[in-house]
């Protein structure tokens, strides 16, 4: 498989294995992910969203912006001054993980 950015949103973290703490941010990001976001967002910020489709009904939407404004979208604060979060895509991934993998095993 390809390079891929996973989430793990059963409550553990993928680098201690150990549960969150309840006051834990929103998203958590390894520091495998924050490198990756930072090489991709070429000094702007990686976003994340959520649509319709996909196994359980919705799919991840990924994208870069310059800016942590836009137009249509109020993103959240940033995660780690790398990750935007989409409002509406909060109550989905609250209390997730999200890792950074080249290979799946």
Same mark, same amino acid.
């Given at each position: &498989?390809? /390079?891929? %950015?996973? !989430?793990?949103s059963? !409550? %553990?973290?993928?680098?201690? !294995?150990?549960p969150?703490e309840?006051?834990?941010?929103?998203?958590r %990001?390894?520091? /495998?992910?924050?490198? @990756?976001?930072?090489s991709v967002?070429? *000094?702007g @910020?990686?976003t994340l969203?959520? /649509?319709? !489709? *996909?196994?359980? *009904?919705?799919? @991840?939407?990924w994208? %870069?912006s310059e800016?942590a404004?836009?137009?249509r979208i109020q993103?959240?604060?940033p =995660?780690d001054d =790398?990750l935007l979060?989409?409002?509406?895509a909060e &109550?989905y991934?609250?209390g997730?993980e =999200?890792d @950074?993998?080249e290979?799946?095993?």
């Amino acid at each position: &498989m390809g /390079k891929e %950015l996973l !989430g793990d949103s059963f !409550g %553990l973290s993928a680098e201690t !294995g150990k549960p969150f703490e309840l006051n834990s941010p929103m998203v958590r %990001l390894t520091d /495998k992910a924050k490198e @990756y976001m930072q090489s991709v967002s070429n *000094g702007g @910020y990686v976003t994340l969203g959520v /649509k319709g !489709g *996909g196994c359980s *009904g919705f799919q @991840y939407v990924w994208g %870069l912006s310059e800016k942590a404004t836009h137009e249509r979208i109020q993103w959240s604060k940033p =995660i780690d001054d =790398i990750l935007l979060l989409d409002p509406m895509a909060e &109550m989905y991934v609250l209390g997730s993980e =999200i890792d @950074y993998v080249e290979e799946l095993g």
